[in-house]
T-cell receptor, first 116, second 111 residues
Framework: DGGITQSPKYLFRKEGQNVTLSCEQN?????MYWYRQDPGQGLRLIYY???????QKGDIAEGYSVSREKKESFPLTVTSAQKNPTAFYLC???????????????FGPGTRLTVL | QKEVEQNSGPLSVPEGAIASLNCTYS??????FFWYRQYSGKSPELIMF????GDKEDGRFTAQLNKASQYVSLLIRDSQPSDSATYLC???????????FGRGTQLTVWP
């Protein structure tokens, strides 16, 4: 059963605490992405990775960190430096080698993070 | 910063009507355009993509692209209450290939 999994579904963080959101895919996709969505807003790109051991900052990378040690996994750490982390976090993956126009991103179910 | 603009709505149509969702974009070099549907509290799911000027049909959905006007739209024919969701327009950037998303249009189809 191929797809993208994210865990946990809900996460609560105390102020000053780092937390890590998990994203795993078994679609054999090269590229993976992290987005943040706030109520009534579109998706904003945090980080993306087009290949193992390489990643780039998106539009709102401050206060976040990532790693890409395996093709299947792209965890996101929300650090204490992120002052307003309460949001819905979405992980996506795609396969750029299928061809530029049809390089479609597919999303995991998301993690809802709340700061207490 | 690439811009993708959508009417935020809400758009409300009766069951059986045609719902028309619009999107404009600023990057003239963009080649690929995507429509996602997002139910409340859920993640986006792909409805269609389009990369050639003109219309592309898939069941009740039709995507329309006009690159000269930098405009892409989604038509939903015979709208159903189950179509009630937020529709996100996404544009693939011409250089790095990343997606830029609009804020979404909230659609309500009433019985």
């Amino acid at each position: 059963d191929g797809g993208i999994t994210q865990s946990p579904k809900y996460l609560f963080r105390k102020e000053g605490q780092n937390v890590t959101l998990s994203c795993e895919q078994n679609l054999n996709h090269d590229a993976m992405y992290w987005y943040r969505q706030d109520p009534g807003q579109g998706l904003r790109l945090i980080y993306y990775s087009q290949i193992v051991n390489d990643f780039q900052k998106g539009d709102i990378a401050e206060g976040y960190s990532v790693s890409r040690e395996k093709k299947e996994s792209f965890p996101l750490t929300v650090t204490s430096a992120q002052k307003n982390p309460t949001a819905f976090y979405l992980c996506a993956s795609s396969n750029p080698r299928t061809g530029g126009a049809t390089d479609t991103q597919y999303f995991g179910p998301g993690t809802r993070l709340t700061v207490l | 910063q690439k811009e993708v603009e959508q009417n935020s709505g809400p758009l409300s149509v009766p069951e059986g009507a045609i719902a028309s969702l619009n999107c404009t974009y600023s990057d003239r070099g963009s080649q690929s355009f995507f429509w996602y549907r997002q139910y409340s509290g859920k993640s986006p799911e792909l409805i269609m993509f389009i990369y050639s000027n003109g219309d592309k049909e898939d069941g009740r959905f039709t995507a329309q692209l006009n690159k000269a006007s930098q405009y892409v739209s989604l038509l939903i024919r015979d709208s159903q209450p189950s179509d009630s969701a937020t529709y996100l327009c996404a544009v693939k950037e011409s250089t790095l290939g990343r997606l830029y998303f609009g804020r979404g249009t909230q659609l309500t189809v009433w019985p």
